[in-house]
């Protein structure tokens, strides 16, 4: 099979990088511990198989995840990468161990790496579209075991989740002000309704003479009016539009929800 380095030298050639480009592992890379000119560039949802070096127990993680480093100096760059490790979650006394890539994955991987390169040291415009998604060819069930990832422990993987979260909680927090907005209208257009004085009824058949008397129109006896019906007593339902409506905004706002939390997982 074929290395890391040879897979990332015939990438370089495809994407018509000429200048000497080396890759190195290091372990104790640091996420966000970049000296001056350096860049970096995180793989996520690599999937990785597993093999524990006590028990010889399997299991696969589709959320590997692989840091880089990378700096170019003149005619030549350098690049620095660390493989996070997982634990078995079997053994008493686990060790940390390594995962195993398939070749597809692999160079799916430094695809992706080429791409930044490109990005941050060429000019290069580069679309989201560009960088290459890692395939999952076999089935991985249950969640993430973020207490036996190295990356989750040391707070990296945590990181992509925080965006999502916070738009969560901003799009709640819209919710929320929105029903309030809603119920505070709906009781100020009840108390209004309830503290609107009756119109004044006036008898349209009784006219004011000049002397202050009343005075009838026409010669007939005509009977004093004794309804007089206010133009502020509707019937439209509007608490019902106001609960249905608010209804409707919380049902859409649970399904972005889940749009945005599974699109993001």
């Not at 000119?37 to 070096?53: D, I």
């Not at 080429?114 to 890692?134: A, G």
């Amino acid at each position: 099979m074929m290395s890391w380095q040879d897979i990332f030298k015939e990438k370089l050639a495809e994407m018509h990088v000429t200048e000497q480009w080396t890759l190195q592992e290091d372990d104790t890379l640091k996420a966000k511990a970049l000296s001056p000119h350096w860049k970096e560039f995180v793989q996520r949802r690599a999937l990785g198989r597993f093999q524990c070096s006590q028990c010889c127990h399997k299991w696969t993680s589709a959320k590997v995840l692989i840091l880089f480093h990378m700096r170019q100096c003149p005619g030549w760059g350098i690049i620095q990468m660390r493989v996070f490790r997982q634990e078995c979650r079997r053994c008493p006394n686990p060790q940390l161990e390594y995962p195993e890539f398939s070749l597809e994955t692999v160079e799916r991987i430094l695809h992706n790496l080429v791409v930044k390169i490109l990005q941050y040291f060429y000019n290069k415009p580069v679309q989201s579209s560009d960088l290459l998604e890692v395939v999952v060819d076999i089935p991985v069930t249950g969640p993430h075991d973020s207490a036996r990832c190295e990356a989750c422990r040391l707070g990296i993987c945590n990181k992509s989740r925080q965006a999502p979260a916070l738009d969560t909680w901003k799009a709640w927090k819209a919710l929320r002000d929105a029903w309030k907005a809603l119920t505070d209208a709906d009781k100020d257009r009840t108390q209004h309704t309830k503290s609107s004085p009756a119109p004044e009824c006036v008898d349209r058949e009784c006219l004011l003479d000049a002397d202050g008397s009343l005075k009838r129109q026409g010669s007939g006896p005509h009977r004093a009016s004794t309804h007089c019906p206010s133009p502020c007593s509707s019937n439209f339902p509007w608490k019902r539009c106001c609960c249905i409506g608010s209804s409707l905004l919380f049902v859409l706002a649970m399904i972005i929800f889940f749009v945005v939390y599974f699109t993001r997982m």
